[in-house]
């Protein structure tokens, strides 16, 4: 039996002229969570449909995927049996209260009332929606909808869940409390693939992750090895143009990688010391030294451009 959740071999998705994925092909272990990262357009959401039966990919004989061990251009229903699903929008009935909403959808599972009340009063504790469980939807904040939804995709216990983007848009404690609850479920055993544009949430919560553009896979790892090996540890962040002025003749001759941007810089290296010896030349405010975190890695590898889907 295969040790991954999920295998993609060589998919592709075209809307008119417009290859939203293109030859794209990745796994995902068992148990763990995989993150799809990616600007706007990327695919990202489009590869997530297609491997819960929402789309269909481009026939091609060379392709394939297995989801739990079905394919979802003909066992679409046999995944979704065995999967939860949070879309990017909060599709939640606002005329229902927050129970009703959950139990409504577990009639879609075939859940009797037996067992459905006792697994979302479960749910409600986890997701901390207990007190809220006679509340209409239109009265709940928005990261109250988000963990709704959340409750939602795993009333039937799913070995697989689907996330797209599940914290856009929210305050920083409710996407941490989130991040809280998606740690529970892996540790429970669950698989968890999810797309985000929060580089955080990826490194926090992703033990692989690729990043897409255009459709194409650009990089996969582990997201603290892909940083650790593929970016200089440290970054000097210089807030304007006239600041990089300042310390651009001491650059010279050094091993610090700088990239220019239209209003700022952003000097790489190796040792904190060499970008020390330049925010020394600068005043308070000009400058701010960092390690290197993901977003660099994101931006290197996808550009800073903004493409026409953005």
């Given at each position: 039996?295969?040790?991954?959740?999920?295998?993609?071999?060589?998919?592709?998705?075209?809307?008119?002229?417009?290859?939203?994925?293109?030859?794209?092909?990745?796994?995902?272990?068992?148990?763990?969570?995989?993150?799809?990262?990616?600007?706007?357009g990327?695919?990202?959401?489009?590869?997530?449909?297609?491997?819960?039966?929402?789309?269909?990919?481009d026939?091609?004989?060379?392709?394939?995927?297995?989801?739990?061990?079905?394919?979802?251009?003909?066992?679409e229903?046999?995944?979704?049996?065995?999967?939860?699903?949070?879309?990017?929008?909060?599709?939640?009935?606002?005329?229902?209260?927050?129970?009703?909403?959950?139990?409504?959808?577990?009639?879609?599972?075939?859940?009797?009332?037996?067992?459905?009340?006792?697994?979302?009063?479960?749910?409600?504790?986890?997701?901390e929606?207990?007190?809220?469980?006679?509340?209409?939807?239109?009265?709940?904040?928005?990261?109250?909808?988000?963990?709704?939804?959340?409750?939602?995709?795993?009333?039937?216990?799913?070995?697989?869940?689907?996330?797209?983007?599940?914290?856009?848009?929210?305050?920083?404690?409710?996407?941490?409390?989130?991040?809280?609850?998606?740690?529970?479920?892996?540790?429970?055993?669950?698989?968890?693939?999810?797309?985000?544009?929060?580089?955080?949430?990826?490194?926090?919560i992703?033990?692989?992750?690729?990043?897409?553009?255009?459709?194409?896979?650009?990089?996969?790892?582990?997201?603290?090895?892909?940083?650790?090996?593929?970016?200089?540890?440290?970054?000097?962040?210089?807030?304007?143009?006239?600041?990089?002025?300042?310390?651009?003749?001491?650059i010279?001759?050094?091993?610090?990688?700088?990239?220019?941007?239209?209003?700022n810089?952003?000097?790489?290296?190796?040792?904190?010391?060499?970008?020390?010896?330049?925010?020394?030349?600068?005043?308070?405010?000009?400058?701010?030294?960092?390690?290197?975190?993901?977003?660099?890695?994101?931006?290197?590898?996808?550009?800073?451009?903004?493409?026409?889907?953005?």
């Amino acid at each position: 039996m295969s040790l991954n959740a999920i295998d993609v071999s060589n998919i592709f998705k075209s809307y008119d002229s417009l290859k939203a994925v293109d030859g794209l092909s990745f796994s995902v272990t068992a148990g763990s969570c995989f993150g799809l990262l990616g600007p706007n357009g990327a695919g990202k959401s489009t590869i997530m449909k297609i491997l819960y039966g929402k789309a269909s990919r481009d026939k091609n004989k060379d392709s394939a995927i297995n989801v739990l061990g079905f394919d979802p251009s003909t066992d679409e229903l046999s995944i979704k049996y065995l999967s939860g699903v949070v879309p990017q929008d909060n599709n939640l009935d606002e005329e229902l209260n927050v129970e009703q909403n959950l139990l409504v959808f577990s009639k879609f599972y075939g859940m009797a009332a037996s067992k459905a009340i006792p697994r979302i009063n479960e749910l409600l504790d986890l997701l901390e929606l207990n007190e809220k469980r006679r509340v209409r939807i239109k009265e709940l904040s928005g990261g109250m909808k988000r963990r709704l939804v959340i409750a939602r995709a795993l009333l039937n216990n799913p070995k697989l869940l689907f996330l797209d983007e599940p914290t856009t848009g929210l305050d920083p404690q409710v996407r941490h409390a989130i991040w809280d609850k998606l740690r529970f479920l892996k540790k429970q055993g669950m698989t968890i693939l999810i797309t985000t544009h929060y580089m955080e949430e990826a490194f926090q919560i992703c033990d692989q992750l690729a990043i897409l553009d255009k459709g194409k896979k650009v990089i996969e790892g582990n997201p603290q090895n892909l940083v650790n090996s593929m970016i200089e540890p440290y970054v000097l962040e210089i807030h304007s143009r006239s600041a990089y002025e300042k310390i651009k003749e001491f650059i010279t001759g050094k091993s610090i990688r700088v990239d220019l941007q239209e209003e700022n810089a952003l000097c790489y290296a190796q040792t904190a010391q060499e970008l020390q010896t330049l925010a020394a030349v600068l005043q308070a405010g000009e400058c701010f030294l960092r390690q290197a975190n993901l977003e660099d890695l994101f931006l290197r590898t996808t550009g800073r451009a903004l493409n026409e889907h953005q």
